[in-house]
């Protein structure tokens, strides 16, 4: 296995969402041994602390149900910045924070694969496409937008900072996605994003939906981002979150994946977001969240610890 240089960045942003306790999120993630459980696989780990946002403009939208517009704007400039430079050191993996910080990893990460002449692919782990504009948003809460904004979808002209490379819709493979409004659904379909919600997983399983994805990637000589939202899983197994959904990916599904994509090799740069360790059960959500990230970078299932007593 190819040892990494692993660049921890906590975005503590939980203006995107509708309740508070995703700002806590980063704090949760290194109390659960994400650094540890890095390095114990050979990777180095450097752990920037916490990022903070843009000073804020005064925005207003003819949108009126819009929430907390200039300060997520302020934390999608900072972080628009932060990836880019970060996707040149290393393998960044973002903290959050809600998922409207993806607005910023994603134009980041972007802007960086086109400098280098090589497409950039997005594999979304979640429960929602966040494919909604200023204009169709209902709940006015702005992790529901980032891929839209992301995409060059109108009307975050004026708003949001100018794409430097919007991310190629048809690039993007969702997983898992079992809650979606009508004007989303138009639009995704309209845009060409592979979307797999629920029903294909039971009816084909993860596996074959995400090979040909990878399949994809590879022989692109892509560049591949991962987003992975806690409410993509199950909430029998992962409780810590806001937005709960039932039926979502099982602990033997979501680990499938995460191998999957370490012996792809392709992945290079994590999203971690919407863990609220509020609404956790004694860091139960924390804690199977490092063990997906310790999947993706290496840890096989025979190297599984027995959580107690012994076998």
Request: with cysteine; proline share 7%.
């Amino acid at each position: 296995m190819t040892s990494k240089h692993c660049i921890l960045l906590g975005v503590p942003l939980q203006e995107g969402t509708g309740r508070l306790g995703c700002d806590m999120g980063p704090g949760g993630f290194r109390a659960a041994g994400l650094a540890g459980a890095l390095q114990e696989l050979g990777h180095s780990v450097e752990d920037r602390g916490n990022l903070a946002p843009a000073p804020q403009r005064p925005l207003s939208h003819p949108n009126q149900a819009i929430k907390h517009l200039p300060e997520v704007v302020a934390w999608t400039e900072a972080l628009a910045e932060a990836s880019y430079r970060l996707g040149a050191e290393g393998m960044p993996i973002i903290l959050g924070g809600d998922h409207g910080l993806a607005a910023g990893t994603l134009s980041g990460f972007s802007r960086r694969a086109a400098e280098t002449g090589r497409p950039f692919f997005v594999l979304w782990l979640d429960a929602h496409p966040d494919f909604h504009t200023l204009d169709s948003t209902v709940s006015g809460n702005l992790h529901g937008c980032p891929v839209a904004y992301a995409t060059g979808r109108p009307g975050f002209e004026g708003y949001f900072p100018p794409l430097a490379a919007p991310v190629n819709p048809e690039n993007i493979c969702m997983i898992g996605i079992r809650s979606v409004d009508p004007a989303e659904r138009m639009a995704l379909t309209a845009a060409g994003v592979t979307v797999h919600d629920m029903r294909a997983i039971d009816e084909h399983g993860v596996g074959p939906l995400l090979q040909a994805f990878l399949k994809r990637v590879a022989e692109a000589n892509g560049v591949l981002h991962v987003s992975l939202d806690v409410d993509f899983l199950d909430p029998g197994i992962a409780p810590g979150v806001g937005t709960t959904v039932p039926g979502g990916a099982t602990f033997r599904e979501a680990h499938l994946i995460m191998e999957m994509l370490h012996d792809s090799g392709l992945a290079t740069s994590l999203d971690l977001v919407e863990l609220n360790p509020f609404l956790d059960e004694r860091g139960r959500t924390a804690l199977l969240m490092v063990d997906l990230v310790a999947s993706l970078m290496g840890r096989r299932v025979m190297d599984r610890p027995t959580r107690a007593g012994t076998a």
